[in-house]
């Protein structure tokens, strides 16, 4: 296979060690054919790279007819932990999973009166609250209109507890901890930094440490957000509302393609509504309604054929036009598409061109309805 491709000469000789090593060059494999998930050239050459990157290395030992052994070396310096990812605005955070007691989803209308006594009763304690982009220094409250419920954090660190109010949970994780080196080692409430596997850096806080140095701070930023705006959102969230025209519901559970539509098709015109799931997106469609459905298939709590069976079960949301776009591109996921009543399947990658023109058109037979 390497003489095909013309990484070794036709009298070439290579030993046993230099013929391991092949698998590791970008673009190479064995296979015979391609198919979705192998014989691209993809996966070992990221290992090594990724683990060099860490300082470490991988090592190969091959014994014919019985088997081979990886072996992958990094630093005793590399930690690897679990933490969970919190999104507020456009910034995301991570807190020690080891820290995170409960995840309660609230009614705006009962948050609003805690925010403003900063006070949280569960349990029968009263606990702190704190907006945690406050506690960061980066806003006074949130600027996202809540859905039906907002989620609040409970942390614990000894025997401190306290709530912190997000925009949204995305999750565990598990991330390789990063050294912070001397410059950021002694930042109050700091645990550590990552990057996320979409190149993203990622400062992991003990909020409890955080609030200890800087609470008081965060308070008075809450403070000073006008009550008059936030009980104006609240008011906002618990009716249901006319979604702008020209207004495309975006479905997927990564932050990350999320971001990348919404910048996209608000480029090009149009208004965008995020989701991070079926569930997600059903009680967003119960506020207001768009005029085009873009989802991916596998989400947590509610997948994309499932959302696509509950729009098509209500008389409010059947009309709406609904566009798949998955890497799953087998028959069987496009004509199960298909039955539910998904409007068009698009496979990953994509052409930009061809979706704005399907938005177009659906746009188009939306208004002319």
Known sequence: KARAQGLLGEGEQPTQAQLRELIFRPGFS??????????????LDVVRNDTRALGGRVDVESVAGQ?????????LTTAVTQVVLLRVGERIHAVPSSLVDLVLRIRPAELEPALRAQQLEHGGQQLALYWLGALTDDSGASSETPGRTVPVVLVRSAAQRLALHVDEV???????????????????GLAGISVLPDGGVVLIYNPVALAAVHGDKASARMRAQSADTRTASVAVALQPVAAHANTVLVVDDSITVRRVTQRFLARNGYAVMLAKDGMDALEQLQQSLPDVVLTDIEMPRMDGFDLTRNIRADERTRHLPVIMITSRIADKHRNYAQELGVNHYLGKPYSEEELLGLLREYVLETESE
């Not at 064995?30 to 014989?39: D, K, N, W």
């Not at 995305?170 to 109050?188: A, F, H, I, Y």
């Open 30 to 43: 064995s296979a015979t054919q391609t198919t979705e998930i192998a014989g691209r050239g993809i996966g």
């Open 67 to 75: 088997g081979t052994t990886f072996t992958l070396v990094l630093p």
């Open 170 to 188: 995305l999750g565990n994780q598990e991330v390789v901890v990063k050294n912070l080196g001397p410059q950021l080692s002694r930042v109050p």
